[in-house]
């Protein structure tokens, strides 16, 4: 019998990656979704990607779930092998009120690790992010970012989604130290995931991507990001699940450091007709457009920051070197152009 995986937030972008592999690999799959009336859109979506789609309703099925409520999350372990936790939200911008990112990551991060725990499943895979490791300086002495640095969620200017990614982490570490010793804990730390989409439904990082090719803003700010393709997110939660030298680990999955300007000159390189703008914005001027957009705000205590990453530890998981990003930045951008989502 093939393994029974729960996946959390199915119909995410990142997560309906993952469904893909765990149903190529030949796991059965247990989707979360908050709305079952979105389970058309996730099976649309894995339908056409699928070498073998024809038993595609015997190995894929769905549950209403929500992070900030118990209700049916005994029902959905029953009979699972494998908890696999992706959903958490990720804004453009941030909240008015932290508390409504904070809570349901670190709350729905414990209900889903009791619930398994209470179920009897040993082995569970949990997404958090880089920003769980790199939202604070490089402490003195370290070269480069790699697992064992944690961010500080007390640090001044950090915003809501970083506190809550590392928050959220801390207390699943946390509940199986001190109440579930058995699980079996890995958690893989995506960068900044960028790469073609499985449908036309996306999230907040291809959409920054449709704001570079839309030339939205007139300069780019001197900011940028750890990145990494989504097919070796995707490949990476698969991968650990009969790994032992993962168990009790963190994986930072990340190919490299790319600026705004870096990106939009991949995508300038591979569309040079189209207008976008490559140009980056002194610094002063970032603070001043910071006024009056939330999205624009978030970024101004990162400018001119540049995050060198040690993934040396995905590289030996997965037995190789990462995809290029800046590919996967070409290939998220002709997803969006292809099927006119501009």
């Not at 790699?146 to 570490?173: C, G, H, M, Q, V």
Request: hydrophobic share 40%; with cysteine; glycine share 6%.
């Amino acid at each position: 019998m093939p393994k029974t995986v729960l996946l959390t937030g199915a119909s995410g972008y990142i997560a309906k990656h993952i469904a893909l592999q765990l149903l190529e690999a030949g796991y059965s799959v247990r989707g979360t979704i908050r709305d079952l009336n979105r389970a058309d859109e996730v099976i649309n979506a894995l339908r056409p990607h699928l070498t073998h789609a024809d038993d595609l309703d015997d190995r894929l099925s769905f549950v209403a779930l929500d992070l900030t409520s118990d209700d049916n999350w005994t029902e959905a372990m029953s009979g699972v092998d494998v908890l696999m936790h992706t959903a958490s939200p990720f804004p453009m911008t941030q909240p008015k009120d932290e508390d409504d990112l904070i809570r349901p990551a670190v709350d729905g991060a414990l209900r889903a690790l009791r619930a398994a725990h209470q179920a009897g499943i040993q082995r569970v895979i949990m997404t958090s992010s880089t920003a769980a490791i790199n939202g604070s300086p490089l402490p003195a002495g370290d070269s480069a970012y790699s697992e064992t640095n944690w961010t500080d969620p007390n640090e001044p200017d950090i915003s809501s989604y970083t506190k809550s990614k590392t928050l959220a982490e801390r207390a699943a570490w946390d509940y199986v130290k001190t109440e579930a010793p058995d699980l079996k804990l890995t958690v893989i730390n995506p960068g900044f995931v960028v790469g073609a989409p499985l449908d036309h439904k996306f999230g907040t990082s291809v959409g920054v991507i449709k704001r570079i090719l839309n030339a939205k803003d007139p300069m780019l700010p001197n900011f940028g990001f750890s990145c990494v393709d989504v097919i070796d997110v995707a490949e990476a939660h698969v991968s650990v699940i009969d790994n032992p030298a993962t168990y009790g680990q963190r994986i930072m999955t990340v190919d490299r450091f790319m600026t705004f300007a870096e990106i939009a000159k991949a995508l300038k390189s591979a569309y040079p007709k189209r207008r976008i703008v490559t140009r980056t914005a002194p610094d002063f001027i970032v603070r001043f457009l910071a006024i009056f957009d939330p999205a624009v705000r978030q970024i101004v205590p990162l400018l001119g920051q540049i995050d060198k990453i040690d993934n040396s530890r995905i590289m030996k998981t997965l037995g190789r070197g990462m995809r290029r990003t800046p590919k996967s930045v070409v290939a998220t951008a002709a997803h969006l152009i292809d099927n006119e989502l501009l």
